[in-house]
């Protein structure tokens, strides 16, 4: 059980991020929402790659220890928040735009092409 | 024929097709060339029939908008349409809400059946 | 070789075009009657046409306004030689009730050449189709003549 | 040493390079800049084709990046396919070169098209960003690599929809798509994670090697399915995609509708090569023949009410994505049984493929041509426009040909994959055809109703001034039109040399694991 709490907690910030997304009027929120999304990703990557006990995957400095954690996914989650971070700059930078244009945050007020 | 393409139940050939449409527009345009040429040039005989109305300078006048095109079909279909429009209705959270719906309603299909 | 050069082998079915020019409707619904399985004037190839560039015969019902002289010339003028004109109603041929009225020009033989005046009001379809047959004549007699002025200007051109 | 075995990487590496390269050359004058432009792009053009050539002679091509061979071993002797590899079999070429043409027609069309905009620069850049990101897509052979590359392209992408950033409307168009491309992109990550954690491998062969389906791979398969269905336009997740298309520049547009190709490359690939046989009696390719279908009729029932140029143009997108998916989704169908896949499957395999090319070349020539009324009117609304064909002649041609292509009208390119697409679902349910015929017919209608609102009808005073498009517009839409008449006047060197491969190689799952794996499993 106490395994797998790692998996819950992405569930449970996965979901968070989703209603965040799905309730919010204030696009910044929304923003937010989109950040807790990547957030979940980038720690489910990292539960996976996780042994039990296991040492930093460096072979110099891994020392006596035999089991090392998985360096693969932590590769990829350096990927996945590079490309989060590139994300979320343009997606709030779209958002200064949007409120000079509409002056407003409410979502329900952007909404010209429609139909 | 190597240039047949075999679909199974079928066969398209494009260079037939081409040859009969060649047969074909020939016999439309000579239909064409046989229309009547003695009418009076620079009498109302010249102009385009507007119900007998003057013929507006500017095209705008006497064109037909995109707007108004298959108005018939739009009024018919009028229930459908609404629900259909109504469904784009510009706001980005319901874009998302779709997504999830139909992940939701996949995984359901997928993983339960 | 052009089609009208066959139309005396095989001659065209009559096309009829239709202008109310200031009528109460009632010679309209008697033509719509004509056209009607009943009388199905149809099936002897007698049909409305949707402009007049398409026309034999300019069918007019009621009498001339002011507002619809200038556009029943025009009207009139775009239908293709040979043509024939007919009037539907006492309106048309004599403006009835409404002679000498303030804003009629008159009845439409103050406007067109009339070739077949239908009394009535409105006119039974009977009596629109013995018109429309006279009518036929009357097109048949100025095709000729057309032919004849034709074939005098090709002479002429030839000298 | 054979330079050609380097093609799939200097496919790649030429718009990457080039897009950074292009401040540089912006130093030396607008002509310079031009000039690089489309001689990048041509040269993307020229790899892609010569790739293509090389798959066709010489069987998949496999380019591990920094190693010799795909597989690390360690000194235990155990070796894991671990190397990012970059796997072209025939469908990848298939796609590469249609993807390349349409970069190039653009890249021919924006040389005039943006010119009267600022900011060219970053427009080149983000354009050729845009290029090597759906290319990578195509010939990527790993999972993760795949999102990297989705997100490369989608970035680029939001950031060309919202460029005319004057206008509010393009700003709301690249803020939708981008909230609702990034909620997929993350279901792409969560989804090769689960595959990851279940085989420790990204590596696509790889996976396809060992899988087999339990609770964690239908999850994965259901999410992957979902956000690339999203990002190739399927009908209840559609909403962001006329929107997009409208706001982008015409240029592009174009390049976008490859770009949507790439995802449905994406998904196709997930099904046939990843997933292929193992997916056995599930509801899979239902799924996607129903998406398809319903995307069909209400893509273009939407499509026939619309009255701006290129949001109608945008809608057709979503009902032509729904033949390629019918397609592909009775080929799925048919994919483990041999006497049905000969009958009918093969053929519907043949029809969606074909169709790919055929659509990416005619939406292009489409969205290139409304650009170009925009170009010369200056509005997008049908309503203003009207007796342009006598001011245009050319782009009056090359539209009428794209409309009669898409609408599927013999002899043209887009009656060829229709038919086929026709034939084949027929097998399955004569629903499925009758729907595909009634879009056909609604999709009819609705060019009719463009072409006799923007190019016949009388004149207008206000449209006095109008001129034909300057000739670098014309050569990008003349690209595609000389395209689509290849593919309409040789339909059966067409099919044999391009599309019966591209088919055979989805169907070859085998092919494709030994491609790579070869000895080591």
């Known amino acids: 059980m106490i395994g797998n709490l790692p998996f819950i907690v992405v569930g449970v910030l996965f979901l968070i991020g989703l209603m965040a997304v799905l309730m919010e ?35 110099t400095f891994a020392g006596e220890v035999k089991t090392m954690v998985l360096p693969t996914p932590q590769a990829l989650t ?20 949007l409120y000079r244009h509409y002056g407003t945050l409410n979502v329900d007020e952007i909404r010209r092409l429609r139909g | 024929m190597w240039y047949k393409v075999m679909t199974g139940f079928g066969y398209w050939d494009v260079y037939a097709w081409l040859i009969f449409l060649a047969i074909a527009s020939f016999f439309t345009l ?66 998302v809400g779709y997504l999830v719906l139909v992940t939701g309603i996949i995984t359901a299909l997928i993983v339960l059946v | 070789m052009k089609i009208e050069k066959y139309l005396d082998i095989f001659p065209k ?12 409707n009632g010679c309209d619904i008697e033509v719509v009657a004509t056209l009607s399985p009943r009388y199905d004037i149809e099936r002897l190839g007698m049909k409305l046409v949707g402009t007049p560039k398409h026309a034999d015969i300019l069918l007019v019902t009621g009498p001339v306004t002011r507002f619809m002289k200038e556009k029943l010339e025009r009207i009139y003028a775009q239908v293709p030689d040979p043509k024939a004109v007919m009037v539907i109603g006492n309106c048309g041929c004599s403006s009835n009730v409404f002679y000498k009225s303030y804003n009629l020009v008159g009845p439409v033989d103050n406007v067109l050449p009339v070739d077949v005046y239908v009394h009535g009001c409105p006119p039974r379809p009977e009596a629109i189709i013995e018109g429309a047959a006279k009518a036929v004549l009357k097109l048949e007699e100025k095709k000729k003549a057309l032919l004849r002025e034709q074939s005098e200007l090709v002479k002429a051109g030839a000298e | 040493m054979n330079w050609q075995i380097h093609l799939p990487a200097l496919i790649l590496a030429v718009p990457l390079l080039g897009a950074f390269a292009v401040p540089l050359f912006n130093l030396g004058g607008k002509t ?15 790899f892609a084709f010569l790739l293509w050539k090389t798959v066709l002679v010489s069987g998949t091509q496999v380019y591990v990046m920094g190693g010799e061979t795909s597989a690390l071993t360690l000194p235990s002797g155990m070796s894991f396919p671990i190397r990012i590899i970059l796997q072209v079999d025939a469908f990848s070429a298939f796609m590469a070169l249609l993807g390349s043409i349409a970069s190039l027609a653009g890249a021919f069309f924006s040389v005039s098209f943006m010119e009267r905009s600022s900011g060219i620069v970053r427009f080149t850049s983000l354009y050729l960003i845009l290029t090597t990101g759906m290319l990578g897509m195509m010939i990527t052979g790993d999972l993760f690599n795949f999102f990297v590359f989705l997100e490369i392209a989608s970035i680029a992408s939001f950031g060309l929809v919202a460029f005319w950033r004057d206008r509010p409307e393009a700003i709301e168009a690249g803020f939708k798509y981008m909230l609702v491309s990034q909620l997929a992109a993350m279901m792409v990550l969560i989804a090769v994670g689960f595959l990851y954690g279940r085989y420790s491998a990204l590596n696509m062969a790889a996976v396809a090697s060992v899988i087999h389906l339990g609770l964690a791979e239908k999850i994965a398969l259901v999410f992957l399915l979902a956000a690339l269905a999203m990002k190739c336009g399927t009908f209840p997740m559609h909403m962001w995609l006329p929107d997009a298309y409208a706001e982008a520049p015409a240029g592009v547009t174009c390049l976008l509708v490859a770009v949507s190709q790439a995802s449905l490359y994406g998904l196709i690939r997930v099904c046939y090569s990843v997933y292929g046989l193992t997916m056995g009696s599930s509801l899979i390719p239902w799924v996607i023949i129903i998406l398809g279908t319903a995307s069909m009729f209400f893509g273009v029932s939407m499509a026939v009410i619309q009255h701006e140029i290129k949001r109608l143009i945008g809608y057709h997108s979503i009902s032509q994505v729904g033949y390629m998916l019918l397609g592909l989704g009775v080929g799925l169908l048919a994919l483990g049984d041999p006497q049905a896949l000969a009958d009918y499957g093969f053929t519907a395999m043949k029809g969606g493929v074909y169709h790919i090319f055929n659509y990416t070349m005619y939406k292009g020539l489409l969205f290139l041509a409304a650009g170009a009324l925009y170009y010369v009117t200056g509005t997008k609304d049908l309503n203003e426009m009207g007796g342009l064909a006598r001011r245009m002649p050319f782009t009056t041609i090359m539209f009428a040909i794209a409309a009669a292509a898409i609408s599927g009208l013999p002899p043209f390119n887009g009656f060829v994959s229709k038919l086929l697409i026709y034939h084949s679902s027929f097998a399955v349910h004569p629903f499925f055809a009758v729907a595909a015929l009634v879009t056909s017919v609604l999709t009819l209608a ?72 070869g000895g080591v499993f």
């Open chain 3, 13 to 24: 079915s009559l096309w009829v075009f239709l202008v109310n020019s200031g009528s109460c």
């Open chain 1, 25 to 59: 009027k204030n696009l910044i929120k929304i923003a937010i929402g989109i950040g807790i999304i990547e957030a979940a990703t980038n720690l489910f990557l990292i539960v996976l790659g996780y042994r039990t006990g296991g040492s930093i995957p460096v072979y």
């Open chain 1, 78 to 97: 350096l990927t996945a928040i590079v490309i989060a971070l590139a994300t979320s700059a343009f997606m709030l930078s779209l958002i200064i735009l």
């Open chain 4, 32 to 46: 310079l800049r031009h000039v690089c432009f489309v001689l990048i792009s041509l040269a993307t053009f020229v």
């Open chain 2, 30 to 95: 000579w239909l064409r060339g046989l229309g009547r040429d003695d009418y009076k040039e620079g009498t109302y005989q010249d102009e385009i029939y507007f119900s007998g109305n003057d013929v507006p300078e500017d095209g705008e006048g006497i064109t037909v908008p995109a707007d108004s095109a298959y108005w018939g079909f739009k009024k018919a279909l009028a229930p459908y349409y609404k629900v259909l429009v109504s469904m784009h209705s510009g706001h980005v959270i319901d874009y």
């Open chain 4, 446 to 517: 609705s060019f009719v109703k463009i072409f006799q609102t923007a190019f016949l009808g009388p004149e207008k005073k206000k449209l006095e001034e109008v001129r034909e498009v300057p000739s670098s517009m014309l050569i990008g839409m003349g690209v595609l039109t000389v395209t689509i008449l290849v593919l309409t006047l040789f339909p059966t060197w067409t099919l044999s040399n391009l599309v019966e491969p591209a088919a055979k190689a989805l169907v070859d799952q085998a092919g494709y694991i030994a491609a790579v794996m």
